[in-house]
């Protein structure tokens, strides 16, 4: 089945401890991307990247960091989470020649 | 500063009703429209894209409709279900450019029956 998977789905941290969220595709898209989802504000996108070892800034990049070692996996850092970035993390990925993003069933993280 | 604008940000709609989210976007290099439709607990899914160059595009009871003029476009959906349930989120993007979708805030649908 052609999917996006993240894990894990829902992540209660606290406050400066590291942790990494992880993002696979089965598709063999080029392009992927991080959004979080905050009420009101809708999706923002954090990173994104175009292809393996081809990353760069979204909107909201602030405290977070990616990599793309690997066409299918793009995971997410937060080196130090703070209260602020509780959130719901969605990846997406899609061929840079279309324009639908497939997403991934979110992660849910509440830093404390 | 949202690029993309969309309202009402809830919506309560009688089964059988017609849905109607409006948005408007600023940037006018944008030639790409998606909806984007999120049931609880999933990722958004495409629903309904449109380009520019029509004013109008349907798919099942789901309509687009489009102003190229006043920078906005609106989803319809006719004969509104229970099922169509879900929050919409309305989108842009410029094609070629990296594939970079600017959301709207989202409209949480509700359908009573």
């Known amino acids: 089945e052609a999917q996006v998977t993240q894990n894990p789905r829902y992540l209660i941290t606290v406050t400066g401890k590291k942790l990494t969220v992880t993002c696979s595709q089965n598709m063999n898209h080029e392009y992927m991307s991080w959004y979080r989802q905050d009420p009101g504000l809708g999706l923002r996108q954090i990173y994104y990247?175009?292809?393996?070892?081809?990353?760069d800034k979204g909107d909201v990049p602030e405290g977070y960091k990616v990599s793309r070692k690997e066409k299918r996996n793009f995971p997410l850092i937060l080196e130090s989470p703070s209260p602020n970035q509780t959130s719901l993390y969605f990846c997406?990925?899609?061929?840079?020649?279309?324009?639908?993003?497939?997403f991934g069933p979110g992660t849910r993280l509440t830093v404390l | 500063q949202q690029q993309v604008k969309q309202s009402p940000q809830s919506l309560i709609v009688q089964k059988g009703g017609i849905s109607i989210i409006n948005c408007a976007y600023e940037n006018t290099a944008f030639d790409y429209f998606p909806w984007y439709q999120q049931f609880p607990g999933k990722g958004p899914a495409l629903l309904i894209a449109i380009r520019p160059d029509v004013s109008e595009k349907k798919e099942g009871r789901f309509t687009i409709s489009f102003n190229k003029s006043a920078k906005q476009f609106s989803l319809h959906i006719m004969d509104s279900q229970p099922g169509d349930s879900a929050t919409y989120f309305c989108?842009?993007?410029?094609?070629?450019?990296?594939?970079?979708?600017?959301f709207g805030a989202g409209t949480i649908l509700r359908v009573k029956s």
């Open positions: 990247s175009m292809n393996v070892e081809v990353t």
């Open positions: 997406a990925s899609t061929f840079l020649a279309s324009n639908e993003q497939f």
């Open positions: 989108a842009a993007s410029i094609e070629g450019y990296g594939n970079k979708l600017v």
